[in-house]
């Protein structure tokens, strides 16, 4: 299939629109484009679900390492009073 001329966004422009590292200004253009390009779309959706993969394991992280903190053993769960 023929490119036609569509300049695609690179791997760092996607990293970055990810990230939602763009202003609105800079954004527009590449929003337009993925309503044409599937390429693109899809190369947009991949950098999502990691971005979203490494946010889920730095908060995951952060609670081990505030539990640690604390003194909580990560995944020990507490009893309530009485509780048996």
Known sequence: MEDSGIRHMDA??????????????????FDE???????CQANVEAS?????????????????????KSGKRPGARTRAAGAC
Request: hydrophobic fraction near 40%; proline fraction near 4%.
């Open 48 to 68: 999502d679900a990691y971005v979203a993969a490494m946010r889920g394991a730095a908060q995951r992280i952060r609670q081990t390492a505030g539990q640690a």
């Open 33 to 39: 484009h993925l309503l044409i390009c599937e390429q």
């Open 12 to 29: 760092e422009e996607i990293e970055r629109y990810s990230l939602g590292g763009l202003s609105p200004e800079d954004a527009a253009p």
